[in-house]
């Protein structure tokens, strides 16, 4: 079966920074654009950055531009969020997944920022 790992979460304060990691199988990566997604309590999951399948190219939805760097270790299957100036916004549970033909999402990553 195919799974997705996210980790990396944790409890940061406002400006801190975390890394996530996702990985999975090759099936799943390979000749993919991946995304990075999160889900706040009550709001629906929303994607946050995805990158390409060669990895040279990264898309940010603008609330996280500047902020946060998005990247993919393709001969390890694993995608990365680099997450910087953190806000309490940004609390949630974060999750990866292909940017189309999704596969069954995993557990995610909680992001706690709080003072």
């Known amino acids: 079966q195919m799974q997705l790992e996210e980790s990396g979460g944790g409890l940061v304060q406002p400006g801190g920074s975390l890394r996530l990691s996702c990985s999975g199988s090759?099936?799943?990566?390979?000749?993919?654009?991946m995304g990075w997604y999160r889900q706040a309590p009550g709001n629906q999951r929303a994607l946050v950055a995805s990158?390409?399948?060669?990895?040279?190219?990264?898309t940010y939805a603008e609330y996280v531009k500047g902020r946060f760097n998005i990247s993919r270790d393709n001969a390890n299957n694993i995608i990365y969020l680099q997450m910087n100036s953190l806000e309490p916004v940004d609390t949630a549970v974060y999750y990866c997944?292909?940017?189309?033909?999704?596969?069954?999402w995993g557990r995610g990553t909680q992001v706690t920022v709080s003072s």
């Open positions: 997944n292909r940017l189309f033909a999704q596969q069954a």
């Open positions: 990158i390409n399948n060669r990895g040279d190219s990264g």
């Open positions: 090759k099936r799943i990566f390979t000749g993919y654009p």
